[in-house]
């Protein structure tokens, strides 16, 4: 969940689906994680029980190989989009150095393509399947079209990645 959801009405409908949020999918020789960032208002933060448990179940797999998936940018995009920050992102940062096993974080939030090495992790953002901001000082939208991130992850922990566009056309 992230700023525009309400996790209390998401548990009211979905609760057995949203069993993600307790424990990880396992997918071959990768295991991925979600993380809520719902907090206040356009701000994310991912509290320290969850952090904790995310600890626990990437140290329980440690030959395996891990991605992480959370609605809030964990790294600053240095565009107006920062005042809408994951307060504190710099406690799941220091998770990324502690656990290398962490091979990719994807998340939404940016409305844009990006992407940042942090240590031993590939961050990934996600375009929106709506309208794209650009990532400038000042609010604006962007002319590209919707998208979404194809991910392939590979039995080494190697993964390939591509962003597909929707045309209205």
């Known amino acids: 969940p992230g700023n525009h959801d309400q996790p209390a009405l998401l548990r009211q409908f979905f609760g057995s689906e949203m069993s993600w949020l307790q424990r990880s999918l396992k997918l071959d ?8 960032s719902h907090y206040q208002g356009t701000l994310g933060h991912v509290d320290k029980e969850q952090l904790s448990k995310l600890k626990d179940r990437v140290n329980a797999a440690p030959d395996a190989f891990h991605l992480v998936a ?5 790294v600053a995009c240095n565009s107006w989009m920062d005042k ?7 406690a799941f940062l220091a998770l990324l150095d502690e656990l290398p096993q962490i091979r990719l974080v994807i998340h939404g939030h940016v409305h844009a393509d990006l992407s940042w090495q942090h240590g031993n992790s590939q961050i990934l953002a996600c375009p929106s399947t709506c309208w794209q901001w650009r990532h400038t000082e000042e609010f604006a939208v962007d002319d ?7 991910l392939e992850l590979g039995q080494k922990g190697t993964f390939n990645t591509r962003i597909i566009r929707v045309s209205n056309r």
């Not at 959370?70 to 964990?74: D, K, L």
């Not at 809408?84 to 710099?90: A, E, L, P």
């Not at 590209?144 to 194809?150: S, Y």
Request: proline share 7%; aromatic share 8%.
């Open 29 to 36: 020789n990768w295991h991925l994680h979600a993380l809520d």
């Open 70 to 74: 959370v609605h809030h940018h964990p």
């Open 84 to 90: 809408h920050q994951w307060c504190n992102r710099q």
């Open 144 to 150: 590209k079209a919707p998208g979404l991130r194809l």
